[in-house]
Structures are given as C-alpha cells and as structure tokens.
C-alpha cells in the first residue's frame, strides 16, 4: 500500500478513479527501470545520498507522486543500518559529559571538549566529531537491497498499491469473483460482515465493517484494501466501492484488467482490528522477548469451523518448533461470544492464551476449557502475558540443553558464554557445564590459543592499561581484567591517571 498521500486519483464525473501507470507505455517503464537502478546503485551509501538521486529523477519527471509512489515501495526492499567507528549515542554522551567538565561557550572550548573525550574514546578528535550523530536517518547507510521486482512487476505492484489506497476511505464494497471461496475466507479471515446477494450480473459479496449495521464508518478502509490482494488473485473480477471522499459519496470500481498480483509478495506491514491488539503489539514488540510476535497465524481447525487467532508467539529458538496462540476477546455482543466459545471448545492439542475484557464475565468458562484466561479491562497488562508465557520457557531451555553435545566447538574465535547461550536457546549455567576442546576459558569469554598468543606478543609490562584495551577490542574482548590475569599480569594503579599493567 501507499500513503495516503502519494494517491493519485481523477474525481471526473463524480467517480473515483485511481490513475494507474500505462503498461505500454516506454516512458512509464524507463521510469520504473531508473528508480529500482538508484536503490540498485546506492547500496552502501547514506540515504540522504539516496534522497538527493531520487529528488532529481523527480524535477525531471511530469509526475513526482509516481516517482515517490515507486520509491515508497522499494524503500521497503532496502535495509538501512548506522554505521560508524564509535556508537553515536557513546560519542555524544562522551562528548557532552566533557563539555559539561569545561564549560563550552566558544569554539576554542569545544574543540577542547573534543579533544578530551577523543582521548578517553581512543580515537581521533576529527574522527569522533565526524561520527556524532550517524546514527540520523539521513546518515544511515544502505547495506542491502532485495530487487524482487523487475521493472514491469514494479509496475504491477504499484498499480495494486495505488488501488488498495484508494480503498482506505471505503465504506462498503460490492464483489462479483470467478473464485468466490477464496474471497469469503479472505472476508472472514479480516472480521469483516458480508452477506451474499442475487444479482441481474450473477451473485455478489457485499461487504461491510460491522459498524455498518448502526452508522457510516470509514474505520475498516485498511481491511478493505487488504482484501483486494486476495480478489485481485482471481482470473475475473469486478469491485464497486462507496467512496468517502471528504464528505463527499464517490463511487469506485475495478476489475481484473485494471489491477494483477505479482508473482512476488511484497512484505506486508502488521495491520491491527482495535485499538487493544494495536498497544498490546506496541508495547510487548518494545520488550525484546525471546518470543516472535506473529500477527493472524494460521487457521486452527475448530470442529467444522475454524478460528483465526489474534497473535502467535514463537519461540525464537525455531529448533524448538513451539508456538503459543493468543486471542483478545473484546466487547462483543452476548450471541457473539457464545458462539466465539463454542469454536474453542472445539480447538484440541493448541496452546491458547485469551485475553478476556473483564465485562463479559467468561474468564472461568474459557478456562474450563483448557485454555488460560487472562482479564484485562482497557489495555491488556503485559505481566499478565509475560508471566504465562514464562511457565513454558524453563522446559523448553530445558529441553534445548539436553539435545547439546558435552563438547561445543563455536565458530568464532572470540564468543562470550552469554552469546552462546543465546544461540543455543539455552541458560548460561547449561553452557558452564560444557567443555570447549579448541577454546581457552577466559572469564566469561571464550578465546582460541591463539588469539590469546597474538595478544600476548602485542602487550608488555609497562603499557597503559587503555592501550591494552584498544588490543584487545580488535578482536572484540571487553573482558580486559579476565585476559591480562590469564596471561600472568596485573594492573598497577597511578590515582586517577590510570593504570599500567605489571606482572604478577
């Protein structure tokens, strides 16, 4: 989908009319081929160089909407990381706790500053105030870009973008499908309201937002323009939508020759039914979980029906294979949630968590089910999830320790027993109690020999003790104390000057 504003749409005799790209046109394909270039062309440099190449394809260009359109869509191929000698928020904290020390009010002062912090950090003055803020969008650099699409499937995929935005401010829509089955489970995977009618040009899905049965509303516009990808999969297919154009009731229509799906699937963003899932998914995303948070997993066979839970989260350890479902039962009507009760009755063999809103009063019911219950009224508490989620973590670390072999051999040269418990999905103690046949223990690091007999050439007795830290960061060892004591020296401290390293 595009932003609402990169629409491009004509209001010529009271319609709505997206204005899709001209398919034989050179000049529309030359287009295409010249911005998927400059992504192509700028891996490894900082966006805002990016920015600049697109910005003249723009001036050049009689439709900078479509140049934009096209961007937008590629921007979501690319990969963007900071890169930068020191960590940007370090440099400045740094910078600016050195500053705060003088005083900064003039040039001369700053530079002093500079100087200061540049001395601690180890690095050049010039160097760090060149990588204070990196971290800035404008600054990050492209490290990947994943062409999916040729030039002519860019096409496609703008076009069907540029319909479902049109579709944002949809209020119902009307679907005659040559694969009405496809489209019906698509209506009901989304939470929408249909019902079938007859038709002179044959039958026809109407589709509403539930809203619908009591007042106008533009709120399911999004669920709209995400069912378009499935109609549009169909070989035949014609779609008239109400348009709430500002006010203003347009009318929309489109059919298979208007809008195709790629071969491709682009990456869908995490779209959300209320405002509860919305926060729910904010908040616990923020935690940094060993927990992947997966939006509207797949159907669970209920019986002769099937339910589509809200979230899943797996265990990101995918050797475990565990997956815990989660539904957010909100404010329903009584009927509703009876028959949403019925369905789970019927799930077997499935991990569920619900989150119940407080007022429905079902919270036993749903656990005489085998189901765990969690109450919540207005946002869901993530210690609530949080705390049922850790009942299943012990066993599966559990379970990841006992298929470990009793001698590890890490890739790495340099590896920290927390990184590799973590790659293991198993608790720092099951590492401990491994052996580690080409790795010297080294603290809580594990070293090969002879990175420690590189090391040892490069230090003396007599070297500062941040020189000796700037040695051992070449190979990534943070652990300065653990590697100086293993190696037979120790720290000589000078007051606040710092220490020099002595033998023991």
Same mark, same amino acid.
């Given at each position: 989908?595009?932003?609402?504003?990169?629409?491009?749409?004509?209001?010529?005799?009271?319609?709505?009319?997206?204005?899709?790209?001209? $398919?034989?046109?050179?000049?529309?394909?030359?287009?295409?081929?010249?911005?998927?270039?400059?992504?192509?062309?700028?891996?490894?440099?900082?966006?805002?160089?990016?920015?600049?190449?697109?910005?003249?394809?723009?001036?050049?260009?009689?439709? #900078?909407?479509?140049?934009?359109?096209?961007?937008?869509?590629?921007?979501?191929?690319?990969?963007?990381?900071?890169?930068?000698?020191?960590?940007?928020?370090?440099?400045?904290?740094?910078?600016?706790?050195?500053?705060?020390?003088?005083?900064?009010?003039?040039?001369?002062?700053?530079?002093?500053?500079?100087?200061?912090?540049?001395?601690? %950090?180890?690095?050049?003055?010039?160097?760090?105030?060149?990588? %204070?803020?990196?971290?800035?969008?404008?600054?990050?650099? @492209?490290?990947?870009?994943?062409?999916?699409?040729?030039?002519?499937?860019?096409?496609?995929?703008?076009?069907?973008?540029?319909?479902?935005?049109?579709?944002?401010?949809?209020?119902?829509?009307?679907?005659?499908?040559?694969?009405?089955?496809?489209?019906?489970? !698509?209506?009901?995977?989304?939470?929408?309201?249909?019902?079938?009618?007859?038709?002179?040009?044959?039958?026809? /899905?109407?589709?509403?937002? =539930?809203?619908?049965? *009591?007042?106008?509303?533009?709120?399911?516009?999004?669920? *709209?323009?995400?069912?378009?990808?499935?109609? !549009?999969?169909?070989?035949?297919? $014609?779609?008239?939508?109400?348009?709430?154009?500002?006010?203003?009731?347009?009318?929309?229509?489109?059919? $298979?020759?208007?809008?195709?799906? =790629?071969? /491709?699937?682009?990456?869908?963003? @995490?779209?959300?039914?209320?405002?509860?899932?919305?926060?729910?998914?904010?908040?616990?995303?923020?935690?940094?979980?060993?927990?992947?948070?997966?939006?509207?997993?797949?159907?669970?066979? !209920?019986?002769? $029906?099937?339910?589509?839970?809200?979230?899943? #989260?797996?265990?990101? =350890?995918?050797?475990?294979?565990?997956?815990?479902?989660?539904?957010? @039962?909100?404010?329903?009507?009584?009927?509703?949630?009876?028959?949403?009760?019925?369905?789970?009755?019927?799930?077997?063999?499935?991990?569920?968590?619900?989150?119940?809103?407080?007022?429905?009063?079902?919270?036993?019911?749903?656990?005489?089910?085998?189901?765990?219950?969690?109450?919540?009224?207005?946002?869901?508490?993530?210690?609530?999830?949080?705390?049922?989620?850790?009942?299943?973590?012990?066993?599966?670390?559990?379970?990841?320790?006992?298929?470990?072999?009793?001698?590890?051999?890490?890739?790495?040269?340099?590896?920290?027993?927390?990184?590799?418990?973590?790659?293991?999905?198993?608790?720092?103690?099951?590492?401990?109690?491994?052996?580690?046949?080409?790795?010297?223990? /080294?603290?809580?690091?594990?070293?090969?020999?002879?990175?420690?007999?590189?090391?040892?050439?490069?230090?003396? =007795?007599? @070297?500062?003790?941040?020189?000796?830290?700037?040695?051992?960061?070449?190979?990534?060892?943070?652990?300065?104390? !653990? /590697?100086?004591?293993?190696?037979?020296?120790?720290?000589?401290?000078?007051?606040?000057?710092?220490?020099?390293?002595?033998?023991?």
């Amino acid at each position: 989908m595009l932003t609402k504003d990169l629409l491009r749409v004509s209001r010529a005799s009271g319609g709505y009319h997206p204005q899709f790209v001209d $398919h034989a046109s050179d000049d529309h394909r030359a287009l295409a081929a010249r911005v998927l270039g400059v992504y192509q062309g700028h891996v490894g440099e900082q966006h805002e160089a990016l920015d600049e190449a697109l910005t003249a394809i723009e001036r050049e260009s009689d439709d #900078f909407k479509l140049v934009r359109g096209f961007a937008k869509l590629l921007e979501r191929e690319a990969v963007f990381e900071t890169q930068s000698p020191i960590e940007p928020v370090h440099a400045r904290r740094t910078v600016f706790e050195a500053a705060k020390a003088i005083g900064v009010v003039t040039e001369s002062e700053r530079t002093e500053a500079l100087s200061r912090a540049a001395e601690r %950090l180890s690095v050049s003055p010039d160097k760090l105030d060149a990588c %204070l803020y990196d971290d800035l969008d404008a600054r990050q650099v @492209m490290t990947a870009f994943d062409a999916r699409w040729s030039p002519d499937e860019l096409l496609d995929q703008y076009d069907l973008s540029l319909a479902q935005t049109a579709l944002f401010d949809a209020t119902d829509v009307r679907v005659r499908s040559s694969d009405p089955k496809a489209l019906v489970s !698509a209506v009901k995977r989304l939470r929408l309201m249909y019902e079938i009618e007859k038709t002179d040009a044959g039958r026809t /899905v109407h589709i509403t937002g =539930p809203d619908a049965l *009591f007042r106008r509303s533009r709120r399911y516009g999004t669920r *709209f323009a995400r069912l378009l990808r499935t109609i !549009a999969r169909a070989p035949e297919w $014609h779609l008239q939508a109400s348009i709430d154009d500002r006010g203003t009731e347009r009318r929309l229509q489109l059919t $298979h020759e208007d809008v195709s799906v =790629p071969d /491709v699937d682009p990456v869908t963003e @995490m779209t959300f039914d209320s405002g509860v899932e919305s926060d729910f998914a904010a908040r616990f995303l923020s935690l940094d979980l060993d927990w992947t948070l997966v939006r509207e997993p797949e159907p669970l066979a !209920a019986g002769a $029906h099937v339910v589509i839970p809200d979230f899943a #989260f797996d265990w990101q =350890p995918h050797s475990a294979d565990f997956r815990v479902f989660f539904e957010i @039962m909100g404010f329903w009507t009584p009927a509703y949630v009876e028959k949403k009760l019925s369905r789970l009755a019927d799930l077997e063999d499935v991990e569920l968590l619900v989150a119940v809103d407080e007022s429905l009063g079902v919270g036993e019911q749903i656990e005489s089910l085998d189901h765990r219950a969690i109450p919540y009224s207005g946002t869901v508490r993530l210690k609530d999830v949080r705390d049922a989620l850790r009942r299943h973590e012990a066993e599966l670390v559990e379970q990841s320790a006992d298929d470990l072999p009793n001698e590890l051999v890490p890739t790495h040269d340099v590896v920290t027993l927390e990184a590799l418990a973590t790659e293991h999905a198993v608790s720092e103690s099951a590492i401990e109690a491994k052996t580690f046949p080409e790795h010297a223990r /080294v603290g809580r690091t594990l070293v090969r020999p002879a990175v420690l007999e590189r090391i040892s050439e490069q230090i003396e =007795p007599g @070297m500062s003790l941040s020189a000796v830290a700037t040695v051992l960061d070449e190979d990534g060892i943070d652990d300065t104390s !653990a /590697v100086l004591s293993h190696l037979g020296y120790r720290v000589a401290w000078d007051g606040l000057s710092g220490g020099t390293i002595r033998e023991k």
